[in-house]
T-cell receptor, first 115, second 116 residues
Framework: AQKVTQAQTEISVVEKEDVTLDCVYE???????LFWYKQPPSGELVFLIR??????QNEISGRYSWNFQKSTSSFNFTITASQVVDSAVYFC????????????FGEGTQLTVNP | DGGITQSPKYLFRKEGQNVTLSCEQN?????MYWYRQDPGQGLRLIYY???????QKGDIAEGYSVSREKKESFPLTVTSAQKNPTAFYLC???????????????FGPGTRLTVL
């Protein structure tokens, strides 16, 4: 069965610090997709990134970067030079090829960036 | 603008009443989903629909019902059988019903349901 674990329930940093959010997943499928979403206080989830199981290249988008390592079943998310606007709950999610389009979410990490 | 609309944002109901939450999308997406989020927890899938006139139960379907008569609409009814209905409900859609290169889900703003 698929499972996503975000062990960090809450993280608090000071503005301009770098912060890494951990995500560990479990799946028996060889084809799967991993996602990160951001949920600001308004509640709507915002899509950040999608990665398929055959693409282990790390990705950088501005201050955001993602490290996908199949050997450790991890898909970690780093925010460089954090800002107050980064404060939100961040969710990691997994979609397996055999489960159709269903997403399994982790329990989320509440990130608070203090000025 | 294309997007997903959920209304109302806040909804109050008395215990024992059925209530229907609306979800409309104009993205021309095939698949639609309903999730429930409780405080401090992740999202749990209630129902999903990959095509019009078809839907499947998710992980916590008991006490809920849905319909998919039109591609753009996927209303969720919270029935009196749902033992603890107070929660934040999120609707989502994706361009295709199966995993693929563009299968990320896009979310609506959510409806916060409080049962008194």
């Amino acid at each position: 069965a698929q499972k996503v674990t975000q062990a960090q329930t809450e993280i608090s940093v000071v503005e301009k610090e770098d912060v890494t959010l951990d995500c560990v997943y479990e799946t028996r499928d060889t084809t799967y997709y991993l996602f990160w979403y951001k949920q600001p206080p308004s509640g709507e989830l915002v899509f950040l990134i999608r990665r398929n199981s055959f693409d282990e290249q790390n990705e950088i988008s501005g201050r955001y970067s993602w490290n996908f390592q199949k050997s450790t079943s991890s898909f970690n998310f780093t925010i460089t030079a954090s800002q107050v606007v980064d404060s939100a709950v961040y969710f990691c999610a997994l979609s397996e090829e055999t489960s159709g389009s269903r997403l399994t979410f982790g329990e989320g990490t509440q990130l608070t960036v203090n000025p | 603008d294309g997007g997903i609309t959920q209304s109302p944002k806040y909804l109050f109901r008395k215990e024992g009443q059925n209530v229907t939450l609306s979800c409309e999308q104009n993205l021309n997406h095939d698949a639609m989903y309903w999730y429930r989020q409780d405080p401090g927890q992740g999202l749990r899938l209630i129902y999903y629909s990959q095509i019009v006139n078809d839907f499947q139960k998710g992980d916590i379907a008991e006490g809920y019902s849905v319909s998919r008569e039109k591609k753009e609409s996927f209303p969720l009814t919270v029935t009196s059988a749902q033992k603890n209905p107070t929660a934040f409900y999120l609707c989502a859609s994706s361009i295709q019903p199966t995993p693929g290169p563009y299968n990320e889900q896009f979310f609506g703003p959510g409806t916060r349901l409080t049962v008194l």
